[in-house]
């Protein structure tokens, strides 16, 4: 098993640009996540899914869209990139069978200029 | 709101002492509580968790946690600390079936030779 994987690794954008951050799990978990992680500030809940057709807005939902097709599958979407998105992002998995420990990526570290 | 604190920013101890790094939270009926950690330039790795029964937990790397209900704390400990031990530490709580973590705001453990 891969785990979960998220790419692209490190991205360096334009302010006003858009890109989508992409992650995948292969333990068949209903519930997805994506936090942000800033200095100081712990890791803050973006938007999380239940289950495939199913999303809900996080801590800090603001500038990021999210959807989910299918079980494996959540990328992040940002629309119109601004310098406070600059940030480490971490996707998630999770399952009521694994007492919802969750599994992290490796993480996307994201600078907008 | 719900919310998780770790008061210490910083823990510094000695190798071979006794660790403890603390926990407290503020979250309405019975969460399933985490601690992880995080390597420098890396992911989160999942130490320990509480779901029920004993208040004391084990967990990975000889750390282990107790949970107090009465003050709704759960303070990470190890007997014997390791310079190899020195990273950030997050207690994280999931509201019962959110599949969400709420995290702290992480504590920077400093083990010293």
């Known amino acids: 098993n891969a785990g979960v994987t998220q790419t692209p690794k490190f991205q360096v954008l334009k302010t006003g640009q858009s890109m989508t951050l992409q992650c995948a799990q292969d333990m068949n978990h209903e519930y997805m996540s994506w936090y942000r992680q800033d200095p100081g500030m712990g890791l803050r809940l973006i938007h999380y899914?239940?289950?495939?057709?199913?999303?809900d807005q996080g801590e800090v939902p603001n500038g990021y869209n999210v959807s989910r097709s299918t079980t494996e599958d959540f990328p992040l979407r940002l629309l119109s990139a601004a310098p406070s998105q600059t940030s480490v992002y971490f996707c998630a998995s999770s399952s009521p069978g694994t007492s919802y420990e969750q599994y992290f990526g490796p993480g996307t570290r994201l600078t907008v200029t | 709101a719900q919310s998780v604190a770790q008061p210490e920013d910083q823990v510094n101890v000695a190798e071979g002492n006794p660790l403890t790094v603390k926990c407290t939270y503020s979250?309405?009926?019975?969460?399933?509580l985490f601690w992880y950690v995080q390597y420098p330039n890396r992911g989160l790795q999942f130490l320990l968790k509480y779901i029920t029964g004993d208040n004391l937990v084990k967990g990975s790397y000889g750390f282990e946690a107790e949970f107090n209900k009465s003050q709704t704390s759960f303070h990470l400990k190890k007997p014997s600390a390791l310079v190899s031990d020195s990273a950030l530490y997050f207690c994280?709580?999931?509201?019962?079936?959110?599949?969400?973590?709420?995290f702290g705001q992480g504590t920077t453990l400093q083990v010293k030779p």
């Open positions: 979250v309405s009926g019975n969460p399933y």
């Open positions: 899914s239940v289950g495939a057709g199913i999303t």
């Open positions: 994280a709580v999931s509201p019962l079936h959110t599949g969400k973590l709420i």
